[in-house]
């Protein structure tokens, strides 16, 4: 029973040592599990190599166009999700996403992503129509549609982005989320953000620059 105290305390003791080598101010954490606990790893920790990332997907951007997470390599990306005729907090995601890309729009290190949870009615040429009136820029901002079921496995299993699927675990519930995801250039989760709020997006901003002094 010692031998097994002791060996517990010591395994603490060596991730709190890594933990506490970590600049916390100046390091963003890594989120791998739904309930988005921040954590911070070490690249010489054992667990560098699991932190959770992004699965592969594929789906059609406004202009008809084919995107992947290939896509996305090597980039910081922003990524939410949304619908067309959404009244309510849809209009503000957008509007803040906008404001996103209009600080980034010179810069080829940040895109921005956002999925439709309404792909059957969706179609590219609705998106391209909500694309134009949204002023997003080709090749900056992927406003995507695609199937349902891949929108919403990819939506509650790589960006944990449906609340009530925690709870509930209906995969025929509707997802609707306000938060604004931030992804790093290898396809990890780096920040959690409510993109209604503008405290919210500043302090997005601000993990966007930290990031690009990381890698």
Known sequence: MKIKLFFLILIVCVSCKKEASIDKSKILPFYNSEDFTPEWIAKNDDEYSKIHKIASFEFINQNGKKITNKDFESCIYVADFFFTTCPSICPILAKNMSAIQEIYKNDNEVLLLSHSVMPWIDTVEKIKEYAKEKNAIDGKWHIVTGNRDKVYNLARTSYFADEDFKK???????????????????GRIRGVYNGTLALEVQRLKRHIELLKKEF
């Not at 509930?168 to 290898?186: G, P």
């Open 168 to 186: 509930t675990k209906d995969a025929s519930e509707f997802i609707h989320t306000e938060n604004f995801i931030l992804v790093d250039k290898k």
